[in-house]
């Protein structure tokens, strides 16, 4: 019967599950949390460096640069390119020792497969044809062998095959024609202890040679649960002779290098840090001591071939750069590339972008040039969307900030340019063809599509960023800002939390708004409290202190207990006056009885009054959110919805920008921190990912409560604009859509009004959905919905007694694991646990008998 209810609701609830037009980028891979694997470890486009070589002679060096390999002597201004694949992009060479040529990654939208150049004819030789991953390619000394990572012939269909995989070490030897006999290096293993944000199943990356040849140096979690793992050694002619270097925390790019005497080993870590500096141990993993100091990444780090030099890959000045340091005294030689040397002549590019008054504003862009590769200003950082639609798009949208006016160079041809100024602005697309032989000024008018301001005055909020997450780039306030500027977005709320050990942003809290706020944007720094078992949490507008440990039930650690739970983290929030809101939520459609795990405390919160608001338009599915929070809604809580992007906005490939998902708040125009927590925990607010919704009923506004002394029509408004064709636009009372509104022509403007008939009371909201994904909008599917407006009527809402069933029966769930853990510091612990779990499952089986 309740599996029979749950459907029946499901269908009233959840609009309709996203059809599979969108995909993540490199879907083949199966490693969950890709957010994380996709940024730290594999090779992303950056405008700066991102991975280097020696040459033999010590003199030159061999990069990755924007999406091409570059040669640079060390010392000299011009950087001389080497290969710029049409649609596609290289990194992570690694000369041979005689250097005649370089082997490297490609990556053309579908897969990363492995290359070579020969130095001395340009000719380019793929290597690897099987559609997986394979990156981090080295040769070994004597240029007879290749070791790398793949994902080829692992996972779901098993060995052999072309399938999703986990990514391995492999082995093969290398010649004139290529490779021969590739083979794993190390069998697959299935760990034996749990993982979260790793794959069951053992890997092995990062891998380097011994001086010798006879060692392969990487980076294994056998038996870890976080972090990428130790460093280890395995021996190539028998590799069960593997042995443990090093044990640390690592964050998949540790990237062990012996030195050329075989006997130190150099590597990136930020043991005790923030930041990843470089650090010397040895083969036999002595105690580490540290080569580097500073708040910045070092990473990517090669020795020269005489030891005496050390290249390596920074993030001190925010975009990437590479740097060559002298090993003994610690001398820096920054290499820049003044002068390029192209393969090809290039054609120059300004965009002039103003507002609807003409004024000079930044702006979100993306250039596609006529070879097929992003492209964007000298310094730019260049980002990179999550997911694409493979019938629309070859690879992944990349996309910049243009601090107007910008300006760029691109092969000759048509460059498709796409402009976007956050929500409340029409996106501009045109197709210009540049010349070498005269530069082209693009002017850019923004036309702004602002709902009417009878429905409130709002300011755009993300309630969910993080400044700094381990990234490629190095992230401030004052770039955050531009970040911002360039987004239209008003207030970002920085949630620092942990990434494993460390907590990148710590050092900026604060209660008060940061100093780097202004001409238009607000930051506030918040936090993200993490605990995998319960469901994270949104901690803003903290009055006194971060609160710590920022995280629980971390299993293997010191800190496994489950204590505190969710609902003993909200009460230390509020007694800062903080606000604790559900970050996102929901996947899929969560059916208590059915699902193999059930932990999120969500429900229990709820019935204890201590949730403020929901990220209904998160970094979850939509659609699938909303659906439980109907239910709750129906049973009397008034739950506001906010919206947060979960954005890193220091990676290169992340789910983004800032703003992506945010909330509108009814400030009356304000924007002190006062005014958007008090709209936000009265639920003046709409979410969205794009369109705009205004939405009156009775003459109230989400968040107010209509009052009726009967059943009967009441008047309602509406008003909807959005940067992006949208599919359906509806009201919705108690988890029923009541109206559909047409929406015809290019379905992103629509303003109505009428009467609807009401006979119960209970909640009503505006909500705009489409089925499925739309490359304007960089999320699953565009999805907006105001927070309710409440309706007390005589006789009350209708029944809810199934809603309450159902969140009985997710509480028994819930309240099972509870109980069978055994990892508790104390009895109170889990006695104060199981007492509190135990109370909202009586308060929901109250509720289903109706009482």
């Known amino acids: 019967m309740m599996r029979a209810l749950f459907l029946a609701l499901a269908l009233i609830a959840l609009p309709g599950a996203a059809t599979a ?28 460096p991102s991975s280097v070589a020696f040459m033999p002679d010590g003199m030159s060096l061999i990069y990755s640069m924007a999406g091409s390999l570059w040669r640079q002597r060390i010392g000299a201004d011009e950087a001389i390119e080497l290969t710029h694949p049409r649609g596609a992009y290289d990194y992570q060479p690694d000369v041979a020792r005689d250097g005649r040529s370089v ?18 004819s340009g000719r380019e030789q793929k290597l690897t044809t099987g559609g997986a991953v394979n990156v981090e390619p080295r040769l070994s000394p004597d240029g007879a062998r290749i070791v790398w990572v793949s994902t080829q012939g692992s996972g779901t269909q098993g060995a052999g095959t072309q399938g999703i995989g986990r990514f391995n070490l492999f082995i093969a030897e290398i010649g004139p024609r290529g490779l021969s006999n590739p083979r794993l290096l190390i069998a697959e293993r299935r760990s034996e202890i749990p993982r979260y944000y790793y794959s069951p199943f053992d890997h092995a990356i990062n891998p380097s040679w011994s001086p010798d040849g006879a060692r392969v140096f990487y980076v294994g979690n056998r038996e870890v649960a976080w972090g990428t793992g130790d460093i280890w050694s395995v021996a190539v002619a028998d590799p069960s002779d593997r042995r443990r270097v090093l044990s640390e925390e690592t964050s998949w790019s540790a990237r062990p290098e012996p030195a050329p005497d075989g006997r130190r080993l150099l590597y990136s870590s930020y043991h005790g840090r923030q ?15 540290p080569l580097s100091f500073g708040d910045f990444d070092r990473s990517a780090a090669r020795w020269s071939p005489d030891g005496e030099r050390i290249a390596y890959v920074s993030n001190e000045h925010g975009d990437t750069s590479l740097v060559v340091r002298e090993t003994v005294g610690g001398e820096e030689i920054p290499i820049v590339a003044r002068t390029r040397r192209t393969k090809s002549p290039l054609a120059r590019l300004t965009l002039d972008i103003r507002d609807e008054a003409g004024r000079s504003v930044p702006a979100r862009v993306s250039v596609l040039a006529a070879d097929g590769r992003a492209v964007a200003p000298e310094g730019a950082w260049m980002h990179a969307d999550d997911g694409f639609d493979r019938e629309r798009q070859a690879t992944e949208t990349h996309y910049f900030h243009c601090a107007s006016p910008c300006t760029l160079e691109a092969p000759a041809g048509a460059a498709a340019i796409w402009v976007q100024r956050g929500m409340r602005y029409a996106p501009w697309r045109r197709s210009v063809t540049l010349s070498r032989n005269r530069p082209a000024n693009v002017r850019v008018d923004l036309q702004r599509a602002e709902l009417p301001a009878s429905f409130g005055s709002f300011v755009s909020a993300d309630l969910h960023v993080h400044m700094n997450y381990g990234g490629a780039y190095r992230n401030t306030p004052e770039n955050l800002a531009r970040q911002m500027r360039a987004e239209d977005l008003d207030i970002v709320y920085n949630t620092i939390v942990n990434k494993e050990e460390r907590i990148p942003d710590i050092g900026y809290f604060r209660p008060d708004p940061d100093p780097a706020s202004g001409e238009g944007a607000l930051i506030l720094q918040a936090q993200e409290y993490h605990t ?21 039930s971390y299993r293997e650690t010191a800190l496994s207990s489950p204590y505190p739970h969710n609902g003993a983290v909200a009460d230390l929030a509020h007694r800062q006056g903080g606000l604790v809101g559900y970050v996102h939520p929901f996947d899929w459609v969560i059916d208590p009885p059915n699902e193999a795990s059930l932990t999120n405390m969500l429900p229990a919160d709820v019935a204890a009054g201590k949730v403020d608001y929901i990220e209904i338009v998160g970094f979850a599915d939509h659609k699938a959110t909303a659906a439980v929070w109907y239910r709750l809604l129906n049973l009397g809580f008034r739950i506001p919805t906010g919206a947060g992007t979960d954005a890193m906005a220091n990676y290169a490939s992340l789910r983004g920008p800032v703003g992506m998902n945010r909330v509108f708040l009814d400030t009356q125009g304000a924007r002190t921190p006062g005014a958007l927590r008090d709209a936000l925990k009265a639920g003046r607010t709409f979410a969205t990912n794009g369109p705009l919704l ?15 002394d009967a059943a009967g029509a009441i008047p309602y408004r509406v008003a909807f604009r959005s940067p992006v064709p949208v599919d359906h636009l509806e009201l919705v009372h108690n988890g029923r859509v009541v109206r559909s509104f047409s929406l015809t022509g290019d379905r992103r403007m629509l303003d109505a009004e009428g009467s609807i008939a009401i006979d119960a009371g209970g909640w009503m909201l505006l909500r705009a959905w489409n089925d499925g994904a739309d490359p304007g909008v960089l999320d699953l599917y565009p999805y907006a919905t105001t927070s309710p407006i409440y309706l007390e009527l005589p006789g009350g809402p209708a029944s809810a007694r199934e809603d309450a069933a159902y969140f009985a029966a997710w509480m028994e769930r819930v309240l099972a694991a509870a109980t069978a853990r055994d990892d508790y510091n104390s009895a109170r612990e889990r006695d104060a646990t199981l007492a509190y779990l135990r109370q909202a499952l009586e308060r929901y089986r109250a509720l289903a008998r109706g009482s």
């Open 21 to 48: 037009e969108r995909a993540a980028v490199l879907r083949q891979v199966d490693v969950p949390h890709s957010y994380y694997w996709r940024e730290l470890y594999l090779p992303q486009l950056t405008n700066g």
């Open 103 to 120: 082997v490297f990654t490609r990556y053309d939208g579908a897969a990363m497969e492995l290359w070579r150049l020969d130095l001395r």
């Open 275 to 289: 930041w990843r500096q470089l650090w010397l141990t040895t083969a036999d993993g002595a105690a580490p001591l």
């Open 532 to 552: 995998s078992l319960w469901g994270h949490l949104g901690l803003l507008h903290l009055s006194d202190h971060f609160l710590t440990p920022d995280f629980s």
């Open 694 to 708: 205004g939405f009156e009923l009775g003459g109230a506004h989400p968040g107010d409560v209509v009052r009726r």
